[in-house]
């Protein structure tokens, strides 16, 4: 079982850009989905999660500018990111709580998009 996670890049200040991280390998059932990120010289912190029902929180700072979503029967999630600063610089990692066919829930992790906002 594997996140992969897909979709940064180099975009300019006030541009968009949309993550996705897809889980593969025998998976019985995924819970929480969540994306992090990780600037340089700052800790990780949480951005955005989602609920296997669909209830989403959002980090004050991105409130407003991002949205998270999921695909349950592709067990994708996304992140769309409006109105981009040079703030959000930073690599992107996805999360999720999950169980694979036949083992327990654990907490597993993609491998982080990079994502560069130009001023």
């Known amino acids: 079982v594997q996140l992969q996670a897909s979709g940064g890049g180099l975009v300019q200040a006030g541009g968009s850009l949309r993550l996705s991280c897809a889980a593969s390998?025998?998976?019985?059932?995924?819970?929480?989905m969540r994306w992090y990120r990780q600037a340089p010289g700052k800790q990780r912190e949480l951005v955005a999660a989602?609920?296997?029902?669909?209830?989403?929180t959002y980090a004050s700072s991105v409130k407003g500018r991002f949205t998270i979503s999921r695909e349950n029967a592709k067990n994708t999630a996304y992140l769309q990111m409006n109105g981009l600063n040079p703030e959000d610089t930073a690599v992107y990692y996805c999360n999720a709580d999950l169980r694979p066919s036949g083992r327990t829930w654990s907490e597993y992790w993609g491998q982080g998009t990079q994502v560069t906002v130009s001023s």
């Open positions: 390998g025998s998976i019985f059932a995924i819970n929480t």
């Open positions: 989602i609920t296997s029902g669909g209830f989403s």
